[in-house]
């Protein structure tokens, strides 16, 4: 019998997406909350510093999207794949603008792990999903505000953050669709389990990749 004494019992989310955002919480402040993204979206670094993001990001991207155009006609993969969230041409076209040759780049140790981590997903659509929600989700709302950060701090060109830019009417409705999608997911608790584990460590992954820039500038 429980007693008035005890805790109440913990409950835990009803929903896919609401699992997920739960469980990857302190992860997700964490990352944000990494000295390069703080020093970068209070305006303490440069260009350079956004450029040596977008440089690490285009092989993140690229994995993702190459992983994704694999597993098309896959049920789990399709729920959320979707062309107008593809990043890469955009990526490649505001490196350029900031005048990064592409062709010369290499992926930091840390990026060289995540890229890794995507790329075995492919075995597993869940996992695959738990690196597309934690990257695209973010940039469809907290990325909208590190292009605004970018333009205030160091006056980075619109021509060089269309990474940023969607071709999505209203983006509000078009995450809540996304999340409901994730709800919908054709998977048993496993499934759910290893997407949720794999959400997780995808921002750990980030966060490895921040700590790999800041070193970088010493």
């Known amino acids: 019998m ?8 913990t409950v835990p989310p009803a929903t896919v997406s609401a699992r997920l955002r739960a469980a990857t919480a302190v992860a997700h402040e964490q ?6 993204i703080d020093d970068l979206m209070s305006g303490r670094l440069d260009v350079d510093a956004y450029a040596g993001l977008a440089q690490q990001l285009l092989f ?5 999207e190459d992983v994704g155009d694999r597993l098309a006609g896959d049920a789990v993969a399709d729920a959320v794949r979707d062309e107008k969230l593809r990043r890469v041409p955009r990526l490649t076209a505001d490196l350029a603008a900031l005048g990064v040759d592409v062709d010369a780049l290499t992926p930091s140790p840390a990026v060289a792990a995540y890229v890794s981590a995507i790329e075995a997903t492919v075995a ?3 996992r695959y999903v738990a690196h597309h929600y934690t990257r695209y989700l973010g940039d469809l709302s907290g990325g909208q505000v590190v292009a605004h950060r970018m333009r205030q701090h160091y006056g980075v060109d619109d021509a060089a953050l269309t990474f940023y830019a969607f071709d999505i009417d209203k983006l509000k409705r078009y995450k809540d669709s996304y999340r409901d999608s994730l709800d919908a997911l054709p998977l048993d608790a496993d499934g759910v389990d290893r997407l949720v584990d794999e959400a997780i460590g995808a921002f750990g992954h980030n966060q490895a990749l921040f700590a790999d820039l800041a070193a970088d500038r010493g």
Do not use: G, H, N
């Not at 429980?2 to 019992?9: E, N, V, Y």
């Open 2 to 9: 429980t007693s008035i004494s005890d805790p109440p019992a």
């Open 31 to 36: 990352a944000e909350s990494s000295p390069f």
């Open 60 to 64: 993140v991207y690229r994995a993702l």
């Open 124 to 126: 597993d659509p869940a």
